[in-house]
């Protein structure tokens, strides 16, 4: 497998993943011109769409994809199924697309019916987990994104989070603000400046290393419920992670 990333809009990414035998796989299309673009330059065929949420700015592109290839299957939560999506998933599906075996995983929070798509190590969580963030709250409750933060943090280290957005700079710029001085985090934001003025994206992350600058996944830190000065009574991890998000929504 050979996964690609496609930028879209300002700071979008639609995925391929290239199975290098002439097919692939695409994930949450905003917008078909790239796309078709990156199929023609590849040579490769489509064989499923996958949406995780019915936002514009990923399933966009799905009618102007079906004009050329009528016949890719489109998979996708309730909510998408008036956005293109044929084939509806919900949470702890499995379902064998293109040739390779995922399992689905509501992930609400960012909209209410929003799912991710797990096959080792490929995670696509759509507006979910982001590296070093998560997803603004349009639809779910605090409580329903760390949850879903929960169930993604069960997955292995090694798993690759191809999550839709380029926001990591300044997800870590929030995270430095919150947390000066952390070692992790003020290196990984070196990294990614680095990579940044190269032109590469910051994505795919891993969830090992998201565990250490992703302060969202950090919510029983000590340190972190000290610096916010929740420990005094101790609040519960998900009002750990609604004080960030809150915080987060106003930096």
């Known amino acids: 497998m050979k996964l690609i990333s496609i930028p879209a809009f300002q700071d979008n990414y639609i995925w391929l993943l290239d199975d290098q035998n002439g097919h692939c796989l695409i994930?949450?299309?905003?917008?078909?011109?790239?796309?078709?673009?990156?199929?023609?330059?590849?040579?490769?065929?489509?064989?499923?769409?996958?949406?995780?949420?019915?936002?514009?700015?990923?399933?966009?592109?799905v009618s102007g994809i079906l004009r050329h290839f009528p016949d890719v299957k489109v998979y996708g939560p309730e909510e998408t199924a008036d956005k293109g999506a044929r084939i509806i998933l919900k949470n702890e599906d499995e379902v064998e697309i293109g040739g390779v075996k995922w399992r689905v995983l509501a992930t609400p929070g960012h909209t209410l019916g929003h799912i991710s798509y797990y096959s080792r190590p490929y995670l696509f969580c759509g507006d979910t987990l982001f590296s070093a963030g998560c997803g603004r709250l349009f639809e779910g409750t605090p409580e329903q994104m760390y949850q879903s933060f929960q169930q993604l943090a069960q997955l292995p280290d090694e798993t690759l989070i191809c999550a839709a957005h380029e926001y990591t700079l300044s997800n870590l710029k929030f995270a430095r603000?919150?947390?000066?001085?952390?070692?992790?985090?003020?290196?990984?934001?070196?990294?990614?400046?680095?990579?940044?003025?190269?032109?590469?994206?910051?994505?795919?992350?891993?969830?090992?290393?998201?565990?250490?600058?992703?302060?969202?996944?950090?919510?029983?830190?000590?340190?972190l419920q000290n610096k916010l000065k929740l420990n005094d009574p101790l609040k519960p991890s998900w009002q750990v992670f609604a004080h960030l998000r809150h915080l987060k929504d106003s930096f």
């Open 27 to 61: 994930v949450d299309p905003g917008e078909s011109a790239p796309v078709l673009e990156a199929l023609k330059t590849r040579n490769l065929t489509p064989t499923a769409i996958l949406l995780t949420h019915h936002h514009h700015d990923h399933v966009g592109g």
């Open 177 to 223: 603000s919150i947390l000066p001085g952390d070692d992790d985090i003020d290196s990984h934001e070196q990294n990614v400046q680095e990579m940044r003025k190269k032109g590469q994206p910051s994505l795919p992350t891993t969830l090992g290393l998201e565990r250490k600058i992703n302060l969202f996944l950090r919510c029983d830190d000590v340190d």
